[in-house]
């Protein structure tokens, strides 16, 4: 059983950064991939990163590609999110997911945090 929780969020302007952190019990964290999503009002979830157990492995959506970062620190059982020259478009609620796949949809992720709040203004 993973619990995670997200933090960081927040109101920044367009161009600004913010690095989300996604805290995980139990040492089972170790052994899942982890993967962000987002959800703006009134769209589907979709999927922003994923990072593999050993991190050697990450994968991006095509729409944060060279502005977020996703990293994790598995000794203190935390997930990173780090992201960059933010546009009003990444406005949404960040979740981080942990499953036993890399894939990009939601349905294969088991653990699940309660998300964070990222607005992005103009």
């Known amino acids: 059983q993973v619990q995670l929780v997200e933090s960081g969020g927040g109101l920044v302007q367009a161009g600004d950064s913010l690095r989300l952190s996604c805290a995980a019990s139990g040492r089972t964290f170790s052994v899942y991939p982890m993967a962000w999503f987002r959800q703006a009002p009134g769209k589907e979830r979709e999927f922003v990163a994923v990072i593999s157990v050993t991190g050697r492995t990450i994968y991006y959506a095509d729409s944060v590609k060279g502005r977020f970062t996703v990293s994790r620190d598995n000794a203190n059982y935390t997930g990173f999110l780090q992201m960059n020259s933010l546009k009003p478009e990444d406005t949404a609620v960040y979740y981080c997911?942990?499953?036993?796949?890399?894939?990009?949809?939601?349905?294969?992720?088991?653990?699940w945090g309660q998300g964070t709040q990222v607005t992005v203004s103009s």
């Open positions: 997911a942990a499953g036993s796949s890399m894939g990009s949809r939601s349905r294969e992720y088991g653990y």
